[in-house]
Nanobody
Framework: QVQLVESGGDLVQPGGSLRVSCAAS????????MGWYRQAPGKQRELVAS???????NYADPVKGRFTISRDKDKNTVYLQMNSLKPEDTGVYYC??????????WGQGTQVTVSS
């Protein structure tokens, strides 16, 4: 079992920055992949950034050059640094972890609102 807790969501003005965090606990050593997804009102959940156990990262085209995913192994935490935020970045941001046993876990989400 893996437990994920997101935090850091907030209201931010366009052009601003924000960092959201995902703290993992439980069977940490079994995690192969962690990703940040977002879901805007009325839209499907989409993957915005991911990081593998080997440290490889990947980004969705709309956030490339603006978002950075990173991890702190000592704190069992994955971060998503978001810069140059746009109103279309608004949504609930969810953390996802997939283990080597192909089990998928989700956090409860954290709200990010980009508005003036």
């Amino acid at each position: 079992q893996v437990q994920l807790v997101e935090s850091g969501g907030d209201l931010v003005q366009p052009g601003g920055s924000l960092r959201v965090s995902c703290a993992a606990s439980g069977s940490i050593s079994s995690i192969n992949f962690m990703g940040w997804y977002r879901q805007a009102p009325g839209k499907q959940r989409e993957l915005v950034a991911s990081i593998t156990s080997g440290g490889s990262t990947n980004y969705a085209d709309p956030v490339k050059g603006r978002f950075t995913i990173s991890r702190d192994k000592d704190k069992n935490t994955v971060y998503l640094q978001m810069n140059s935020l746009k109103p279309e970045d608004t949504g609930v941001y969810y953390c996802n972890a997939i283990t080597r046993f192909a089990r998928s876990y989700w956090g409860q989400g954290t709200q990010v609102t980009v508005s003036s």
